[in-house]
């Protein structure tokens, strides 16, 4: 038998940390038996938790942590300060080769930067973006990077380029899926010094397919399957998206309840409503990946559930099992 | 009897042009009879047009042009070679002082280029930037620069909040408007380079109503009247807005025809989704204006029709009787 996939867990981090993150990982061993996920977090909490299921015991294991990196902490500073955190130690373990990847749905700050600084990038790979994969009218697009590396230069932003279309094609499994360039304008001649300096190494590429530039107004069409940005315009795209699809739809449910004429049409048209939102929640394709590093690190969203964190720890199995990290070294890696 | 205020329109400009142009034009002289409005185009085109309408023919001058910019020409070329252009007669008008603002609808970049080059800037205004009026949840907001100078600097942003704050007190109508720094975090710390260098010295300023960062998910819900940020952030979330607002708007209505039960449902909310869609729509509001120059240069969409012309001209009118570019020669102008 091959060896297990080993995932370490931030089981403290997280709006319903410990109970949803326990449940989840229980959830995910039984989808799963090739892996050992590895609750990160305070012992005792886990295992009242664990108490409530019934599982495979040498799928989990318990890694006993004292203290907690809340949100509300600069992340350098708690990533200095605490040493017996749930996510450094979790970090620590990839780092050491204990484990596989890492999860967790806590500090995005801090799981930026203790990723980037604790677990390590590939050797050859400068900055490590974050991708997340977005819902658009054909299905997915990733968006890459989507928070990770300010002030990002040309260069990374090429690796940003070929690491996104290896995860979009090996993970996602959109095969040979096309990469755009966001910019402000349609023609190469366009956008700013970055973007300018990006398209004509983005052209050059023969491992990517690269289709040219993508204007904003196109990106939920899903006109491209990967989105590339460096990070500020990149967290304004998602940031703004959730922002104003919560406005509008808050604002089009208000309508509906103006009047006893349109609430009885609201109610007729609800479940088409609910479907057609549906169609806009991408929490199926799991966390978003901080790539580039020795082995994975998988942010979460903050309100994760049980459900989130099963999905997040199978796209870890996937992407382990898909040899990402092997692609990346054989395209990008310094030999 | 005061002077009249002289206003330039680009009769040719604009996916509806003349026609719609000059239907706007006769109008808004219906309007306001302090102004003259000066048909920039073909004459015989023009004419036949106007033979339509009856009006106070001393406001409506016209200038004959043989040439016309269109979107698909490159602007600084454009600019360069079409001298009998309408845009840039009409917009030469400007510098000579033989008009006091011009609108049109035709190549962005070519307004906005042109505006910069032609119609020259104020003294001491460093760059003109592109704002435009954009609805929120509760009202309107002004996005400065949704546009007009890629790779902006930091002294570039701070003039900018200073016009965005004079124009949306002034024009719109917002007393002491709260200006906002666009960024991917709340705290002052957050950043790339350029917002972490503007943030203190809009901090200093007594002459705007600074209230700190805003993040991209809370703009449309209008929590701030002048959002800033540097012109490929602002043209990222002017469209994607409009993008991202069509695509989920075309879902929902596709969801209502899915099926008898939901079309009848859709029926009956039809009227208030429309009223709700209302809510978002800011073309009341006029075109985009270009600050800074000596005159006003407003940006039409190149799909307005007679209602928006109207609306543009009267935004010129208020802009004019306002003072506003006497404004920012007070707080931004060199002596």
């Known amino acids: 038998m091959s060896k297990k996939i080993r995932i370490a867990v931030d089981a403290m981090g997280g709006d319903y940390a410990p109970t949803e993150v326990v449940h989840g990982a229980v959830d995910a061993i039984k989808e799963?038996?090739?892996?050992?996920v590895i609750l990160v977090g305070d012992r005792d909490a886990i295992k009242k938790e664990l108490a409530q299921y019934e599982y495979h015991q040498e799928q989990i294991e318990i890694v006993h942590t004292t203290e907690v990196i809340t949100c509300e902490e600069a992340p350098v500073?708690?990533?200095?300060?605490?040493?017996?955190?749930?996510?450094?130690?979790?970090?620590?373990?990839?780092?050491?080769?204990?484990?596989?990847?890492?999860?967790s749905a806590g500090s995005t700050g801090?799981?930026?930067?203790?990723?980037?600084?604790?677990?390590?990038?590939?050797?050859?790979?400068?900055?490590?973006?974050?991708?997340?994969v977005i819902p658009t009218m054909?299905?997915?697009?990733?968006?890459?990077?989507?928070?990770?590396?300010?002030?990002?230069?040309?260069?990374?932003?090429?690796?940003?380029?070929q690491m996104g279309s290896i995860y979009m094609e090996s993970v996602i499994g959109i095969k040979n899926p096309k990469v755009s360039l966001v910019n402000i304008g349609a023609e190469e001649a366009k956008g700013n010094a970055l973007v300018k300096e990006v398209y004509p190494k983005?052209?050059?590429l023969d491992t990517i397919n690269f289709t040219g530039?993508?204007?904003?107004?196109?990106i939920f069409a899903g006109e491209t399957n990967v989105v590339l940005c460096?990070?500020?315009?990149?967290?304004?795209?998602?940031?703004?998206a959730e922002g104003l699809s919560g406005t509008l739809i808050g604002a089009i449910k208000d309508g509906m309840m103006s009047s006893t004429r349109t609430k009885i049409g609201g109610l007729l048209v609800k479940p088409a409503l609910k479907d057609t939102l549906k169609m806009f929640d991408a929490s199926e394709y799991g966390g978003a990946p901080l790539l580039g590093l020795n082995g994975l690190v998988v942010k979460m969203h903050g309100n994760s559930k049980a459900k989130e964190v099963r999905i997040?720890?199978?796209q870890c199995v996937t992407f382990m099992e898909q040899g990402i990290n092997d692609k990346i070294r054989d395209q990008l890696g310094r030999k």
Not at 32 to 36: A, L
Not at 213 to 218: A, G, K, L, S
Not at 230 to 240: P, T
């Open 213 to 218: 530039n993508i204007e904003p107004r196109d």
């Open 77 to 103: 500073e708690a990533i200095r300060k605490k040493k017996d955190s749930s996510l450094i130690v979790a970090l620590k373990m990839v780092k050491k080769g204990e484990a596989d990847a890492v999860i």
């Open 32 to 36: 799963h038996d090739n892996i050992t």
């Open 138 to 161: 054909k299905g997915v697009s990733l968006l890459i990077d989507c928070g990770a590396n300010v002030d990002a230069r040309a260069d990374h932003l090429v690796q940003f380029a």
């Open 312 to 314: 997040a720890i199978g």
């Open 202 to 204: 983005l052209k050059e």
């Open 230 to 240: 460096e990070a500020f315009v990149g967290n304004v795209i998602l940031k703004l």
């Open 110 to 132: 801090a799981v930026l930067v203790g990723g980037q600084v604790i677990a390590g990038k590939i050797r050859g790979i400068k900055r490590a973006p974050l991708a997340t």
